[in-house]
T-cell receptor
Framework: GIQVEQSPPDLILQEGANSTLRCNFSDSVNNLQWFHQNPWGQLINLFYIPSGTKQNGRLSATTVATERYSLLYISSSQTTDSGVYFCAVGFGNTDKLIFGTGTRLQVFP | EAGVAQSPRYKIIEKRQSVAFWCNPISGHATLYWYQQILGQGPKLLIQFQNNGVVDDSQLPKDRFSAERLKGVDSTLKIQPAKLEDSAVYLC??????????????FGPGTRLLVL
């Protein structure tokens, strides 16, 4: 089946720093979504980005579908950015989502 | 706009007991999903509904898990009998896009299940 790998697995930053999270996938996909899971477990959709680049405030994402990877950029990190970031890819007739391994981000003041 | 609602938020049961979780999706969302998230892992899709029909249940352990979505709105996921390895967070999500595209998925707060 399709494999979704994220790197790095863990990231520790000081407030104000920038970071790049990577998602690699092993096969062609119909769509790609980035999620943030906060320390209380709530999953929030950040981007629906099957290709191209999108920006939302301090966050931006780029997906290069032909090379099977996506990047999530976080600029000027804040403590509220802490949590786990997942990418998920949709494939097949039902566009079933497969989640990646996650990147755990901790931002300290 | 109200988000995806789930209940209960927490449940503790003993193995071999049964348990049921309820989900009410965002109004108007045709597609509903149930995921299982084991500690330290990403969510895994258990079942996907399009209106009240099942689109994908390939990863649902059908010997003990069942789900229904009557009238194409809210849904119930049941485990009977529960095993220790069923301890996890059960997440419900919904999306607006009709069959043929997942669209942006919106998640509920989840139900944390502990099986003793």
């Amino acid at each position: 089946g399709i494999q979704v790998e994220q790197s790095p697995p863990d990231l520790i930053l000081q407030e104000g720093a920038n970071s790049t999270l990577r998602c690699n996938f092993s096969d062609s996909v119909n769509n790609l979504q980035w999620f943030h899971q906060n320390p209380w477990g709530q999953l929030i959709n950040l981007f629906y980005i099957p290709s191209g680049t999108k920006q939302n405030g301090r966050l931006s994402a780029t997906t290069v579908a032909t090379e099977r990877y996506s990047l999530l950029y976080i600029s000027s990190s804040q403590t509220t950015d802490s949590g786990v970031y997942f990418c998920a890819v949709g494939f097949g007739n039902t566009d079933k989502l497969i989640f990646g391994t996650g990147t755990r981000l901790q931002v300290f003041p | 706009e109200a988000g995806v609602a789930q209940s209960p938020r927490y449940k503790i049961i003993e193995k071999r007991q049964s348990v049921a979780f309820w989900c009410n999706p965002i109004s108007g969302h045709a597609t509903l999903y149930w995921y299982q998230q084991i500690l330290g892992q990403g969510p895994k899709l258990l079942i996907q509904f399009q209106n009240n029909g099942v689109v994908d249940d390939s990863q649902l352990p059908k010997d003990r898990f069942s789900a229904e979505r009557l009238k194409g709105v809210d849904s119930t996921l049941k485990i009977q009998p529960a095993k220790l390895e069923d301890s996890a967070v059960y997440l419900c999500a919904s999306s607006l896009v009709p069959f043929g595209g997942t669209g942006t998925q919106y998640f509920g707060p989840g139900t944390r299940l502990l099986v003793l």
